[in-house]
């Protein structure tokens, strides 16, 4: 009886400190700091533009040419002047047509301890051959690829500076495939290379090797052909196939933040980019902004000798730009 009692009077001491516990821990709404609202810095479209211009004046970034190389100390020394930690994975890759590429993807890393992550990606690449050109005498002829290629490493300078300036809450992989535009040449497009993907071996090669081991990011946004006149940014395929989530994320950030002239609530073809083997081999949801043209699909100085900073048009980087800081700022 005596015990019982005791036992009795210790459980509702327990319970009466417990209920005064969570009363005590519920804060009355008057004194609640009051969330501060997120601040998403200005993309400054005429800084894209010049990192564009500068990776096309080093000439045409065909693996194993000299301005390849050269270009790929540049961007590692950009990052780093922008407080990214970087890591370079020098790799040998074997083309369609056997020749060996001296390859390099080039990763900088924001808030590298986060585990809190968001991926941004675009090929550093150019094309060997112009096999799209009118001409036929240029298509064995490098391009400069100032939209395919430049361009979206161009936008993503931009905002590694940016977060430089004012870092994101969370952590973001900025990274720049290599080897991306090796694809089979329109020449040698025959069943012999069908099924097999020519194009993407940087990332193809990065998605079974990440920079770091067990890496994992919530998302991912690949940037390729971003900065044509005229583009139109329609929902991708293979993005709406395997990250339909983040293609609403980003299309509701583009209209959120006054682009949605740029980004129309339409579908796009399925294309072949550097997301496929980081949704198929690394499994991290990742998407692909790529210019649109109804007309023609790609841009149409695509693979061709007038993919040059002439057709290159600041207010769609600042429009792809802006859209990709909105969407990183509000990552929490
Ligand atoms: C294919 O033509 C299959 N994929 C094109 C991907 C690409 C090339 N993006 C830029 N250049
Ligand atoms: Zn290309």
């Known amino acids: 009886m005596k015990i019982e009692n005791s036992l009795l009077r ?20 008057s004194t609640a700091q009051p969330q501060a609202p997120v601040v998403v810095p200005t993309f400054n479209a005429d800084s894209a533009y010049h990192y564009t211009a500068e990776q096309v004046a080093f000439g045409p970034r065909v693996p194993n040419s000299e301005a390849h190389r050269v270009c790929g100390d540049w961007l590692e020394s950009e990052l780093e002047r922008f407080g990214a930690q970087v890591k370079a994975q020098h790799v040998t890759l074997r083309a369609y047509d ?31 051959w112009a096999d799209a050109d009118p001409e036929k005498k240029n298509h064995r002829t490098p391009i400069l690829g100032a939209n395919d290629g430049a361009s979206g490493v161009g936008v993503l300078l931009e905002i590694a500076r ?13 990274i720049f495939f290599d080897a991306e535009d090796y694809g ?12 097999s993907i020519t194009w993407c071996l940087g990332s193809q090669y990065w998605a079974r090797v990440p920079h770091t081991t067990n890496y994992m990011a919530r998302f991912g946004i690949l940037l390729d052909m971003v900065g044509g006149k005229d583009a139109r940014f329609h929902r991708e395929g293979v993005s709406d196939d395997f990250a339909k989530h983040i293609v609403d994320k980003v ?17 796009g073809g399925q294309i072949t980019d550097d997301h496929l083997p980081i949704n198929l081999i690394a499994r991290i949801p990742c998407i692909d902004i790529i210019g649109f043209y109804p007309e023609t699909g790609f841009a149409p100085t695509w693979h061709t000798m007038d993919d040059t900073m002439d057709n290159i048009d600041p207010a769609v980087l600042r429009a792809v730009g802006q859209t990709v800081l909105q969407v990183i700022y509000n990552e929490k």
């Open 251 to 267: 299309w509701a950030a583009a209209h959120a933040s006054g682009n949605g002239q740029w980004f129309p609530y339409a579908d």
């Open 10 to 29: 210790i459980s509702l001491l327990l319970l009466s400190v417990l209920f005064w516990g969570a009363c005590g821990s519920k804060q009355p709404k």
């Open 162 to 174: 940016q977060l430089q300036a004012q870092p994101a809450e969370i952590g973001i992989d900025i």
């Open 98 to 128: 056997g020749t060996i590429l001296a390859a390099r993807n080039i990763i900088g890393s924001f808030k590298p301890e986060s585990n809190k992550r968001v991926l941004l990606c675009a090929h550093w690449d150019s094309r060997p």
């Open 184 to 195: 089979t040449h329109a020449a040698d497009d025959d069943e012999s290379t069908e099924g």
